[in-house]
């Protein structure tokens, strides 16, 4: 029993929550209530995320927090991208008085709304719909599917607009519309305001010049010339993530961007450590394990592997469970002239996996291999993850003009991310197989994997990369490269580990190149399941947290 259903749901979601109401709950399901939710908050570890700054002039440290200021406000714009209902509810419970309220206040925070990410975004507070909308906030919440297909079909000099990553749909009677990012959202202009200030004290050209043109794209929705001179950013201590960039939200077509802010310090010394696997990624392509035919060749790239600090994380990459690293931009376009730049928050992995992942360890893995759990190999395949983002086909075999992501929709980033978590794996292989890595190395790198799967499915079957590490696990359970001990903890098979690894390596990049959304969908209805099997092992993880819930001095 929910104790704000019972208080009024109404009441609460037209913002007059009345705290005073007589509960017909007993004091017992209501204490029982309560508990619960203290559990759910409770599975996200407290931590406070700090950048070492001393490195920094005082001017870069004046620019950092303007970035800063402006990181916030993309947050609250991706308040109202979560779903239509997230801000409404958030704010009518910071209003009441009551203590209880106070708890599903800091719940809905992590959530960024009153639907839970972790259990299939199922509504923990309020009345109304059960489960948050598949189209989130960015249409109308009660546009299914076929009704925006058939109108997009039925007028194609719409169709640009509609399915743009940067505009808003809504109902005109009985028309759909597509409004721009910059007139829907007016903290849009204030943000572009923050970045001009930014860009006049930056002492570094390269960084005032994207700030300029990042300030120009969320001004006009235009984001190709920002994204090329980010890539182009030299010799910085400062870096940022800012706007609308990636489509995990939009659960409908995986069409819509969500606002995200990620202000970082660059961690010089730890990126250089990092080069290594940067000078190998032309080596990686031509390795994949897929028909040769599909394999293209990568552009003249300056792919750039940074670790970094976080200074301030908000929006999309803020809600529940949270990010460690990023491979962006996302445009192919802009990837094929310039690279990517590969970010890892060093902050935030050692905050994961001291938190997380070493405890998930000690209680699932075979004794043997818990030893052989380690710090820097999660660093490292974490990072590998990222380089193998950019790996593979962007466009579908046999039209260059049809991006992956769009022919496989609503079913691109999980398969997405399950490509770059088994290549990453399969990667090391080969940096083993050139003598780059040695056998020690791997065999902390194979028992780091297995206790950073359940990490990521304890995340939930709604998440991409929760249905990403369902498919791994239960895919290399068959195969028989994972296998269970008879005291119930896991180990793994190294004798054919690595060659299960190649084979759906195989089949996920085979997905992606031909735009197969039918095999795709085939695939993940089969392995990104949560079998019973799965479940025991996450119930007896319950004592542990599921993510951490993150602070910032910025």
């Given amino acids: 029993m929910n104790l704000f259903k019972k208080m009024g749901a109404v009441a609460l979601l037209a913002l007059a929550v009345s705290c005073g109401e007589t509960s017909d709950a007993t004091p017992a399901e209501e204490s029982k209530d309560m508990t619960e939710l203290q559990a759910k908050i409770d599975a996200y570890a407290p931590v406070l995320i700090k950048a070492e700054v001393s490195h920094l002039s005082e001017s870069q ?49 992590i959530n ?25 906030g960015f249409y109308p919440e009660d546009m299914t599917k076929e009704e925006f297909e058939k109108y997009v079909e039925e007028n194609p000099e719409q169709k640009e607009a509609l399915t743009s990553a940067y505009t ?8 759909l519309v597509a409004v721009p990012y910059s007139k829907e959202y007016e903290k849009v202009e204030k943000m572009a305001a923050l970045l001009d200030q930014a860009a006049e004290i930056s002492e570094n050209e390269s960084l005032k ?27 910085n201590d400062i870096d940022l993530v800012l706007g609308p960039i990636e489509n995990y939200q939009d659960e409908l077509f995986n069409y819509k961007t969500a606002f995200e802010a990620v202000i970082m310090v660059k961690d010089p010394e730890a990126t250089k450590e990092l080069e290594m696997f940067e000078s190998n990624i032309l080596e990686f392509q031509k390795r994949l394990p897929i028909d040769a035919k599909y394999i293209n060749e990568l552009g003249k790239t300056s792919n750039i592997l940074q670790v970094v600090n976080v200074a301030y994380f908000g929006g999309d990459c803020q809600k529940g469970t949270k990010t460690i690293a990023a491979s962006l931009p996302n445009n192919p376009k802009v990837y094929m002239e310039k690279g990517s730049k590969k970010s890892m928050y060093k902050n935030m992995m050692t905050a994961k996996f001291e938190n997380i992942v070493k405890p998930i360890a000690d209680k699932i893995l075979d004794p043997a291999l818990v030893p052989h759990v380690d710090a820097n190999a999660f660093t490292s395949f974490v990072t590998l993850h990222e380089v193998s983002h950019t790996l593979g086909r962007g466009t579908v075999y046999g039209n260059d003009d049809l991006d992956v992501r769009k022919s496989l929709k609503e079913l691109y980033s999980a398969i997405e991310e399950n490509k770059a978590d088994i290549l990453g794996m399969y990667n090391f292989k080969h940096l083993h197989d050139m003598k780059l890595v040695d056998d020690a190395y791997m065999q902390k790198v194979v028992a780091t994997y297995l206790p950073g799967l359940f990490r990521s499915i304890r995340f939930g079957s709604v998440s991409a990369h929760g249905k990403a590490n369902l498919a791994q696990f239960n895919y290399l359970r068959e195969k028989g490269a994972i296998k269970k001990m008879d005291d ?11 060659e299960k690894v190649g084979e759906m390596a195989h089949d996920v990049l085979t997905l992606e190149a031909e735009g197969n959304y039918d095999g795709t969908k085939k695939f993940l209805d089969k392995y990104s399941v949560m079998t019973p099997e799965i479940e025991q092992m996450i119930d007896s993880l319950k004592d542990i947290p599921r993510d951490i819930n993150t602070t910032y001095e910025y």
Wanted: charged fraction near 30%; proline fraction near 2%.
């Fill in 488 to 498: 119930g903890k896991y180990t793994i098979d190294m004798d054919i580990f690595f």
């Fill in 209 to 235: 010049n994207y700030l300029t043109k990042l300030a120009a794209a969320l001004r006009s929705d235009e984001y190709y010339e920002a994204d090329m001179a980010w890539m182009d950013i030299k010799n």
């Fill in 168 to 175: 808003v749909v809504k109902r005109d009677g009985e028309k």
């Fill in 112 to 136: 960024f709304g009153p639907y839970d990410v972790i259990y299939g975004n199922k509504r923990f507070v309020g009345e109304g719909i059960e489960r948050r909308p598949f189209g989130a």
């Fill in 61 to 109: 440290k004046q620019v950092l927090k303007l970035l800063s200021e402006a990181g916030h406000l993309a947050n609250e714009i991706f308040w109202l991208q979560s779903a239509h209902d997230a801000k409404p509810v958030y704010d009518s419970l910071l209003a009441s008085k009551d203590e209880d309220a106070k708890l599903y206040a800091e719940y809905t925070k």
